[in-house]
């Protein structure tokens, strides 16, 4: 090959070479100096009162059209109208400059413990809402106490949380009047199941599994137990249902101020027969209805009881309640009852020296003693049902029995903590 070839080819391959140098050099610069495109940015903001998902995701900078398509996505999954205050939304934005403040990429929150709900961003209009399940780790927990000056300061000091306090009070409430019976050296023994997040903290408490209490000496045992193709329900030790027909009492928090029998009527300045009993408590105080039944009778007597409700209930039964300050919503002549439901209100209406409510309990027609009643028990065990439940509270002894006392179950700690 003469000179001149070589020469020509040392130049083409130079042209090449100052070529790639303008124009395939500044695209690698700008790749590296470019953003990454998939950079986001993340905001937390929790729903206000009164306020709703679309007003949280305009509020985090999304156009009106955005927040409700993000909510329509979600609304087959998740009922919006259940958001509490307080609800925790995570929000992901691009961080582009041609997106940011107006378009999300990405909404998650926690509806429930046991659950994530995600809605990320597919194109333009168009949103994919999923739920993600969490898995929670179930665990069984024993507290108790010694009551000293209260019920509710022992549940408090043992870590008995207060859910499953109200819990405990109204399935002993059926026989025990908590008002009068509770007394200092009295206990508490309970065994109940609660629910940790896979980061270790207790999300939820619950339900009672089974429940000592001691009054003067003597146990009292429940247990939680589900019959064949029933609900679960507490039972004692033999077997019979602890709900009874009627409550104890039908309002809580309230002092005995009057028994049944005959007594010197406070504003007619005679004896006469007071046919129930009455409970001193402020005004406004609601009042239950003591068991399932029809309202019979809802009436003012301004010479006698003021306002009152009457209600019948099943086989032979019926209550009466007077000198309310009004009644509960809803309640009229023929409307049935749930046993607990608020009927009414402490008041003073009617003959009254001050806010109270009266309350009758009426057996065949006649008044009798509310605090001497044997109330009636509601269902018994029997058959494989019974044997059955018979197993299960041999189980529950012997494990409760071996079971170590938690210092705290609040505290979010798993059972192996202690060995690390």
Same mark, same amino acid.
């Given at each position: ?74 609304? /087959? #999954? %998740? ?6 205050? &307080? *609800?925790?939304?995570? =929000?992901? @934005?691009? !961080? ?110 619950? /339900? #009672? %599994? ?6 003067? &000496? *003597?146990?009292?045992? =429940?247990? @939680?137990? !589900? ?194």
């Amino acid at each position: 090959m003469t000179g001149h070839g070589l020469a020509a080819r040392g130049l083409a391959a130079l042209t090449v070479f100052v070529w790639l140098c303008l124009h395939a050099l500044p695209v690698f610069a700008q790749s590296e100096a470019a953003p990454s495109a998939s950079a986001q940015t993340e905001e937390r903001l929790a729903l206000k009162r009164n306020e709703t998902l679309v007003q949280v995701l305009m509020r985090a900078g999304a156009t009106s059209g955005e927040a409700h398509e993000i909510a329509a996505s979600l609304r /087959p #999954l %998740v009922d919006l109208r259940d958001l509490a205050i &307080g *609800q925790e939304f995570v =929000i992901t @934005r691009p !961080t582009d400059a041609e997106t940011e403040g107006s378009r999300l990429s990405r909404v998650s929150f926690r509806p429930s413990p046991d659950r994530d709900a995600v809605v990320e961003r597919l194109g333009a209009g168009a949103w994919a809402a999923n739920i993600i399940p969490r898995r929670l780790e179930r665990e069984t927990v024993r507290v108790s106490g010694t009551i000293t000056h209260s019920l509710a300061r022992a549940a408090d000091q043992s870590g008995l949380p207060a859910e499953l306090l109200v819990e405990m009070v109204r399935q002993f409430s059926y026989d025990v009047d908590f008002q009068r019976d509770i007394q200092p050296g009295d206990r508490f023994d309970v065994v109940f199941e609660r629910l940790r997040d896979p980061d270790g903290e207790v999300v939820r408490a619950g /339900p #009672l %599994v089974a429940a000592s209490l001691t009054l003067s &000496g *003597q146990a009292q045992r =429940i247990f @939680r137990f !589900t019959p064949r193709g029933g609900e679960p329900e507490y039972f004692g030790p033999g077997g019979a249902a602890v709900r009874k027909a009627l409550l104890k009492t039908p309002i809580d928090g309230a002092r005995l101020t009057s028994r049944f029998g005959m007594r010197n009527h406070p504003i007619l300045g005679f004896s006469r027969m007071h046919a129930g009993v009455d409970f001193g408590a402020p005004t406004g105080t609601p009042v239950q209805a003591a068991g399932d039944g029809v309202v019979e009778r809802v009436s003012h007597e301004p010479r006698g009881y003021g306002n009152l409700v009457r209600i019948r209930h099943s086989g032979e039964f019926a209550t009466l309640y007077a000198h309310l300050s009004r009644f509960g919503p809803g309640i009229r002549p023929g409307q049935r009852v749930r046993q607990g439901q608020v009927i009414g209100f402490v008041g003073s209406t009617g003959l009254s020296t001050g806010p109270h409510l009266h309350y009758e309990v009426h057996r065949a027609g006649r008044p009798v003693n509310p605090t001497a009643l044997r109330m009636p028990t509601g269902r018994s065990l029997t058959g494989p049902d019974l044997r059955s439940f018979q197993a299960h509270v041999a189980e529950q002894n012997q494990r409760w029995e071996a079971m170590p006392m938690a210092v705290d179950p609040r505290v979010a700690r798993r059972p192996d903590d202690e060995a690390r």
